[in-house]
């Protein structure tokens, strides 16, 4: 029972980790029908899609102070004036469809579907506050997948070179895996359990 409990939060786990920021698998969100904008709405999509030219006044008119930035590379900025620096690095837009939001989500979320420049598909998910309606952070995935390595990461695993010196054993270490080895290869009796091998 216990086995079967462990399997099954291993696969609830794997499970969360296809999930991107809209909670849903990049296949489903890809689907997900087009809306179109209130008021409000238009407001943050011009501020999120104009941010690097904006002024700070106009940015904390739609920008929480706090404001968290995920790219899509994993990276995370903190702070209207970072992300909007950050937002400033980004490949050019070319076309976004404003989707409808998912069940999961607070109804005020803002999800989109852009399409980049080089043709990539990006879901950008704004979640904003409930009192005041301040963009709180801001989500951004390449092809609609969750960035599952920070590029920290990411950058040591592709320059990851073994050393020679990698496969080699201390003394202490060798003489130990003898000791065990010996100890495996002794003799075991075999027939002193006999009479409750047929029971």
């Not at 079967?4 to 980790?17: E, G, H, I, K, Y």
């Not at 904390?60 to 903190?78: H, K, N, R, W």
């Not at 004036?81 to 005020?108: D, H």
């Not at 290869?185 to 047929?198: E, H, I, R, S, W």
């Amino acid at each position: 029972m216990l086995y079967f409990n462990v399997l099954t939060l291993l696969d609830m786990a794997l499970f969360m980790n296809k999930l991107n920021a809209a909670g849903l698998t990049p296949e489903d969100s890809m689907q997900l029908p087009t809306r179109t904008a209130s008021a409000e709405e238009e407001r943050v999509l011009q501020a999120f899609l104009n941010a690097s030219i904006m002024s700070d006044d106009d940015l904390a008119s739609v920008f929480a102070p706090e404001l968290i930035y995920t790219a899509p590379d994993g990276q995370v900025v903190v702070g209207k004036v970072a992300v909007a620096t950050k937002l400033r690095e980004r490949t050019q837009i070319e076309a976004y469809y404003l989707l409808e939001t998912p069940t999961m989500l607070p109804s005020n979320t803002v999800v989109l579907d852009t399409h980049t420049t080089g043709g990539v598909r990006h879901l950008v998910v704004m979640k904003r506050r409930a009192g005041d309606g301040l963009v709180s952070s801001i989500t951004d995935e390449e092809s609609h997948r969750k960035a599952l390595a920070p590029p920290m990461a990411a950058r040591a695993m592709k320059t990851s070179v073994q050393s020679p010196t990698d496969m080699m054993m201390s003394p202490c270490t060798s003489k130990l895996n003898l000791v065990k080895r010996r100890h495996l290869m002794k003799a075991k009796p075999t027939n002193l359990f006999a009479g409750m091998v047929n029971q």
